[in-house]
């Protein structure tokens, strides 16, 4: 068997292409989990917090040298070594939404998956209750 044959025996199995579509839609919805945390949730704790904005939350681990920004690109522009713990922060918020998200959906998808409970048995027909009831009493 070729190489070229081999791999697209590989490519092509329903594994490698859930796979591959999972890997896609995770990487949009990640971005898309990336904009609610960033746009929309950290204004609203940062709000509550005082106003102060959590990924300029760092603190500078050299010298700053003078005329640099005092924000945390400012200082990644000067080279200058940051511990920003506010963006570890808004990553880690990130990360629990995401794995909210996905503990829901997957608890979902179970719920959904749940066999159904097997069907009552069927009624016995009359005449076998009344040969059961004469074999009953004859045994009597």
Do not use: C, H, W
């Amino acid at each position: 068997m070729s190489i070229v044959s081999e791999f697209k025996e590989f490519a092509v199995k329903g594994n490698a292409m859930d796979l591959a579509v999972g890997v896609i839609i995770g990487a949009a919805f990640g971005k898309i989990v990336d904009s609610i945390v960033k746009d929309l949730i950290m204004p609203i704790v940062g709000a509550v917090f005082g106003g102060f904005d959590f990924s300029n939350l760092f603190v500078a681990l050299d010298s700053v040298p003078a005329g640099t920004v005092m924000t945390l690109e400012g200082l990644r522009e000067a080279n200058v070594p940051v511990f920003a713990y506010g963006n570890f922060l808004t990553i880690l918020l990130n990360f629990i939404i995401l794995a909210f998200i996905v503990f829901i959906l997957v608890k979902q998808i179970n719920r959904l998956k749940k066999e159904a409970p097997p069907p009552a048995p069927a009624a016995t027909p009359e005449d076998i209750v009344l040969l059961r009831e004469i074999r009953d009493s004859l045994k009597k």
